[in-house]
């Protein structure tokens, strides 16, 4: 529903600030990818805390999401994090960039972690994966590790608003291997035949969803997603959480993969991802992407 007091945006106006928006990330791209990887990493990541991330307002809704969530953190501390947050979004978003470099650099990782031998021993009987991590480190840095391993791992992805931003931006998924749908009608029957035929498919579930069940992160209600939990139980997948911490040189990656959760019913299995989650937010709160709107505790 449109919003009466607002009033609508002229559609060319509209076009013009996504075309115009593009084309400085692109800029930046650009420039960045001219220079050697590590310092790519650590330029990205200080204009990201320190110029788009405070004029975009990342930052404050950062600091209101710790607010919210730790309402007892020192002034320090919480600068800290929003910090950490801003540079980790930063370095992620060029190293999703970087096609050749980071790609590489992850093929050399040993993934860890009790979900290791079970997706294994799934792959070997076609048994379907459905992995599954939040916007936390930098995901793709698990996903590539695993391609460069033989497996088929797909991706599933929500359009940018900005449709000229999202025209590349899926390339860059789609470097990583393996094949990447749209979410919505116009993606669905690919990642279905993609699971039933016995692949593995990466689905991010930490962003709020209207209408969907408000489950408990981080001790607040939040409206998160069953599909994962549905479509492991429609297709007998196992559903596996997993994670690309980054580590303190900036650069380098632990790859984990936990347990698989066990079946049972939508919404307990989805808590269970919840749960997941929220342990590695609390022992890395810096890699986790405070930036979104989570908790939209005024809205269904």
Request: glycine residues 8%; contains cysteine.
């Amino acid at each position: 529903m449109t919003d009466p007091k607002r009033p609508p945006q002229d559609p060319f106006a509209r076009r013009a600030g996504h075309y115009l928006t593009n084309a400085l990330i692109v800029g930046l791209i650009r420039v960045a990818l001219l220079i050697p990887f590590r310092a790519r990493l650590a330029f990205v990541g200080w204009v990201v805390q320190h110029v788009i991330g405070p004029a975009a307002g990342y930052r404050r809704r950062a600091a209101e999401n710790l607010s919210l969530i730790w309402p007892d953190l020192t002034r320090k501390r919480r600068d800290e994090i929003v910090a950490g947050c801003l540079n980790n979004v930063g370095r992620s978003f060029i190293e999703n960039y970087s096609a050749d470099d980071f790609p590489a650099r992850m093929a050399q990782n040993t993934p860890r972690g009790p979900g290791v031998k079970a997706l294994q021993a799934a792959a070997a009987k076609g048994q379907a994966v459905i992995l599954v991590t939040g916007h936390f480190g930098n995901y793709e840095a698990t996903r590539a590790c695993l391609v460069a391993r033989g497996f088929d791992i797909g991706g599933l992805y929500r359009d940018m608003k900005n449709p000229y931003f999202n025209a590349h931006y899926v390339k860059t998924m789609e470097a990583f291997g393996g094949p990447v749908f749209p979410q919505g009608r116009r993606g669905t029957a690919g990642f279905v035949r993609h699971l039933k035929n016995g692949g593995q498919l990466v689905l991010l579930f930490d962003q709020h969803v209207f209408g969907a069940p408000k489950l408990d992160f981080l001790g607040q209600p939040a409206n998160t997603a069953l599909s994962a939990a549905e479509l492991a139980l429609r297709y007998d997948a196992l559903l596996i959480p997993f994670y690309g911490i980054r580590q303190s040189d900036g650069v380098s990656f632990d790859a984990v993969l936990e347990a698989p959760i066990a079946h049972s019913d939508a919404i307990t299995m989805t808590q269970a991802l919840n749960d997941s989650l929220a342990a590695r937010v609390k022992a890395h709160p810096e890699q986790w992407f405070w930036v979104h709107r989570r908790w939209r505790p005024n809205e269904d």
